[in-house]
Nanobody, 128 residues
């Protein structure tokens, strides 16, 4: 089994900062990329930042976070971080961590398939 656990959410004032962390553990053979997504009530879950662990290449599909959010990773720890600065009330959402990975088989080998695995989410609330 694979588990992703987020931490670091909470309440911040507009203009403030928060840092989210996520660690993947369990039967993992290889992680290709990790990402952060966010979702507000009644809306779809959108990716805000993505990082490829092999070369630390990053993507920020969400224009509103460019220049304010920074994604980073520690491949040795199977961890990904999201540094959020200059927070705005519209950043309020549940933030989810994901990993696109290949699980490890019971014998310890490549399980032969890959997929996206999700954390349970952490609430970020930004007050004005």
């Amino acid at each position: 089994q694979v588990q992703l656990v987020e931490s670091g959410g909470g309440l911040a004032q507009a203009g403030g900062s928060l840092r989210l962390s996520c660690v993947a553990s369990g039967s993992i053979f290889e992680i290709n990329s990790m990402a952060w997504h966010r979702q507000t009530s009644g809306k779809q879950r959108d990716m805000v930042a993505e990082i490829y662990l092999s070369n630390n290449h990053t993507n920020y599909p969400e224009d509103s976070v460019k220049g304010r959010f920074t994604i980073s990773a520690d491949s040795a720890k199977n961890a990904v971080y999201l540094q959020m600065r200059s927070l705005k009330p519209e950043d309020t959402a549940v933030y989810y961590c994901s990993a696109f990975l290949t699980p490890r088989s019971a014998l310890g080998y490549n399980a032969g398939y890959s997929g996206r695995y999700w954390g349970q989410g952490t609430q970020v609330t930004v007050s004005s």
